[in-house]
T-cell receptor
């Protein structure tokens, strides 16, 4: 069974803390994505990666960075967390362009910044 | 411009009655179309997908959707709702424009009354 694992399901952090959200997939997918989901705003793309050590900004990259040192792992970093980054964060992966673009999602990481 | 419109933000049905969740899209490319379901505090799970094969697509848990190119619609249906169907449903379009672009609908929350 294909799997995308987000190791932290619930986190509570303080303003100014550095936050790491980890995502691992076991499907050998080239593409990985980070979204945030907020009520009334739907899913918004933060960053994505089409290959190891490669990253591209999505629609809302400000305040975030990412790291992809290995194919299976894609990390989202909040250098200095702020209260407006309180959200549900969803990681996803997909096959490359020759496929249909189906996304496989993790269970999500709910981050609260106090 | 490419877009996805889910015509209802909330739908309420009684258990055992039919479900209809409506989705329209706008695209100048040939799209792949998906429906995902999200239960509370979970990630998104694929229900079904259309990728230019049969226009009537069957998915998991008794759901199906019909791609109607002339109407640019991809409505999700189920003959008989079950309490476990209560969740949020997302219509998603993926366009292969050289790279993939994924567009999410805003979501429809389905309530099922006993």
């Amino acid at each position: 069974d294909v799997k995308v694992t987000q190791s932290s399901r619930y986190l509570v952090k303080r303003t100014g803390e550095k936050v790491f959200l980890e995502c691992v997939q076991d499907m050998d997918h080239e593409n990985m994505f980070w979204y945030r989901q907020d009520p009334g705003l739907g899913l918004r793309l933060i960053y994505f990666s089409y290959d190891v050590k490669m990253k591209e900004k999505g629609d809302i990259p400000e305040g975030y960075s990412v790291s992809r040192e290995k194919k299976e792992r894609f990390s989202l970093i909040l250098e200095s967390a702020s209260t407006n980054q309180t959200s549900m964060y969803l990681c996803a992966s997909s096959l490359p362009e020759r496929s249909t673009g189906e996304l496989f999602f993790g269970e999500g990481s709910r981050l609260t910044v106090l | 411009a490419q877009s996805v419109t889910q015509l209802d933000s909330h739908v309420s049905v009684s258990e055992g009655t039919p479900v209809l969740l409506r989705c329209n899209y706008s695209s100048s490319y040939s799209p792949s179309l998906f429906w995902y379901v999200q239960h509370p505090n979970k990630g998104l799970q694929l229900l079904l997908k259309y990728t230019s094969a049969a226009t009537l697509v069957k998915g998991i848990n008794g759901f199906e959707a019909e791609f109607k190119k002339s109407e640019t619609s991809f409505h999700l249906t189920k003959p008989s709702a079950h309490m476990s169907d209560a969740a949020e449903y997302f219509c998603v379009v993926t366009l292969n424009t050289g790279g993939f672009k994924t567009i999410f609908g805003a979501g429809t929350r389905l309530f099922v009354k006993a």
